[in-house]
Structure formats: structure tokens, C-alpha cells
């Protein structure tokens, strides 16, 4: 069976532009988590979703925005980037809503914004 | 809110000697607690969670953990490291009041020489 897959593996963007990253969770899986991870940190909370409705969502700017679709595929959308949102996105997905069913991670956008 | 501190930051560590990284937790309710590894070039993926129970809980590659909520700790631990543990090792938890989200340390580095 396929993990969670996202989409782009790498990406690279100047301060002010907008990004979109994807996020494919494993079949059957209806709940998408992002995190994003910046270089010697852990990774931090950002939104999740579940069945498309929003059910969490971390301390991050409005500049964040997510969607979930029918098919539990996800976006995560970010404008008006800043150099400090050079990061690697990290998607996960569980069968259910409560995140301690094991969440499952992908391999992770890695965007730079110069 | 709940936060996790790994003390550790870069571990190094002869094959065959013992493993013992700190993690500790600032909240004081109901939690749950997980390791999870990312290996070079590899996913993030679960080594080992605690939800109730028999606070010592066994994970995979021979690795345990131990909970002791006097000390709001969640220690990892290995009797005998191999080159192949070589790898980031992050501490997270889950307040289940709000189960939507994992919050991490800022993870160790643990390297094992030959």
C-alpha cells in the first residue's frame, strides 16, 4: 500500500509569493495533519483536517490556509511568503480524528524562500 | 499549553553501548506519549507510544520507554545501541482533552560510531 505522499518534493520561492503543497494520506485515512518543520527544530502543529471540516489548528498566521477535499487529499496553502518560512512541510494522516490513533508522515515539501 | 523538552541535543555513542534519552513534559492532565525516529533521508515514523497501562512499553528495534508521571518524564531507552540507530529521535505528546494535535520536542541527534 502506498504511504502519504506529497507533492512537491522540493520547491524554491521569493519573499512575498504564494505556494501550494499536497498532500495524498493513505487510502482510507480520513484525517490530514500539517506540520512544518524548521531546521534543528521539532515539528509544529498547524492545521488538521477531518472528513474537510477544520479540527485543529496551531499558532500560525493567517498567511496559512488548508482545505480538505472529498477524496481526504489535502492543500496547504501559504501567501505573501516570509524567508522565515523556509521549511519542510510534513503532511500526516490517520484513520480517525483523534491524534492519538498513529499518525503517519509523509516525506515532506521542502520549501525555500529567498 | 503543553510543551516537551528534550535535553539532549546531539548524542554520541559507541555500537553496544546503552542509550538513554531525556524527554519531559510541562502538562499536568491526561496524556498520551510517543517517540518517533526519523532516520537519514527517511520518514518520520512511530518508534513507540504510551496511552495507559503498564507504564514501561516496549517499541520496535528492541527500544523502550518508560513513563513516570511524578516526574512528568518519558525516557527512551536501548541496552545496546547499533550503527544502523543512527537517526533524530523526537519526543511528542498529546493532550487528550484537545486530541487534535501532537506537540514535539525539538528532537535529539543520536549518532553511533563503528
Known amino acids: 500500500d502506498a504511504g502519504v505522499t506529497q507533492s512537491p518534493t522540493h520547491l524554491i520561492k521569493t519573499r512575498g509569493q504564494h505556494v501550494t503543497l499536497r498532500c495524498s494520506p493513505i487510502?482510507?485515512?480520513?484525517?490530514v495533519s500539517w506540520y512544518q518543520q524548521v531546521l534543528g527544530q521539532g515539528p509544529q502543529f498547524i492545521f488538521q483536517y477531518y472528513e474537510k471540516e477544520e479540527r485543529g489548528r496551531g499558532n500560525f498566521p493567517d498567511r496559512f490556509s488548508a482545505r480538505q477535499f472529498p477524496n481526504y487529499s489535502s492543500e496547504l496553502n501559504v501567501n505573501a511568503l516570509l524567508l522565515g518560512d523556509s521549511a519542510l512541510y510534513l503532511c500526516a494522516s490517520s484513520p480517525r480524528v483523534q491524534a492519538y490513533n498513529e499518525q503517519f508522515f509523509g516525506p515532506g515539501t521542502r520549501l525555500t524562500v529567498l | 499549553a503543553q510543551s516537551v523538552s528534550q535535553h539532549n541535543h546531539h548524542v554520541i555513542l559507541s555500537e553496544a553501548a546503552s542509550l538513554e534519552l531525556g524527554c519531559n513534559y510541562s502538562?499536568?492532565?491526561?496524556?498520551?506519549l510517543f517517540w518517533y525516529v526519523q532516520y537519514p533521508g527517511q520518514h518520520l515514523q512511530l518508534l513507540l507510544k504510551?496511552?495507559?497501562?503498564?507504564?514501561l512499553v516496549k517499541g520496535i528495534k528492541g527500544f523502550e520507554a518508560e513513563f513516570i508521571k511524578s516526574k512528568f518524564s518519558f525516557n527512551l531507552r536501548k541496552p545496546s545501541v547499533q550503527w544502523s540507530d543512527t537517526a533524530e529521535y523526537f519526543c511528542?505528546?498529546?493532550?487528550?482533552?484537545?486530541?487534535?494535535?501532537?506537540?514535539f520536542g525539538t528532537g535529539t541527534r543520536l549518532q553511533v560510531t563503528l
Open positions: 504510551y496511552f495507559s497501562g503498564d507504564p
Open positions: 502538562y499536568g492532565g491526561t496524556v498520551n
Open positions: 487510502s482510507g485515512h480520513k484525517s
Open positions: 511528542a505528546v498529546i493532550d487528550t482533552g484537545t486530541a487534535s494535535k501532537l506537540t
